[in-house]
Every structure is written in C-alpha cells, then in structure tokens.
Nanobody, 121 residues
C-alpha cells in the first residue's frame, strides 16, 4: 500500500511564500510523475505543476514564474515552493502520484488528503 502524506499549508498574506511537501510512504521504490493540483470552492480541480522522475516539469500558466516544483527521488518526496502568493491561489492543494512502482504492481492515480492554502489580501 502506498500513501501520500502532505504538509506545509497555512495562512499567508499576499506576496508571501509557502512550501508544500508530499512524501510517498509504503512499498514503492520509484514514481514516474508527482504533482500538485488545487481546488478552490466552486471550481474544478486543476493541475498546478508536475514533475517526472527524470526532471521534466510543467506548470499552469497562472503560476509560472512564481511556483517551483522539485523532487527528491531518494526520499520519494515532491515539493512545491510558492512565492509571491495571491488571493486567487487560495485553495485546497492535493498531491498526486502516477506510476508508483512496487515489487508486484504499478499504482496509478494516487492522491493525498489535501492541505489548505489561504492567501489574504
């Protein structure tokens, strides 16, 4: 069994910074893609950023230049450094993993429990 455990959300003023982290616990030894999604009240969940195990990264246009995603593959952890936060970044942020390899199977579409990020104006 593989679980994603998130931390690092909170309340911050506009212009401030937060760092989210997500660690995969359990029997996985490699994960193809790890990423962050967010969902604001009344809106659909959207991709914020994702990173492959090889270092390729993609970002939503709304966060380019402000957010950075990076991974520590040995620790099975993905981070999201969020700078210059805006009130419109307020949402529940979810960690996602795709292609988590165990000795017997490949797990897909794993989700964390979510962490709240609130940016005040």
């Amino acid at each position: 069994q593989v679980q994603l455990v998130e931390s690092g959300g909170g309340l911050v003023q506009a212009g401030g910074s937060l760092r989210l982290s997500c660690t995969a616990s359990g029997s996985t030894f490699s994960i193809d893609v790890m990423g962050w999604y967010r969902q604001a009240p009344g809106k659909q969940r959207e991709l914020v950023a994702s990173a492959t195990s090889g270092g390729n990264r993609i970002y939503a246009d709304s966060v380019k230049g402000r957010f950075t995603i990076f991974r520590d593959n040995a620790k099975k952890t993905v981070y999201l450094q969020m700078n210059n936060l805006r009130p419109e970044d307020t949402a529940v942020y979810y960690c996602n993993a795709e292609g988590a390899y165990t000795l017997t199977r490949v797990l897909r579409d794993l989700w964390g429990q979510g962490t709240q990020v609130t940016v005040s104006s």
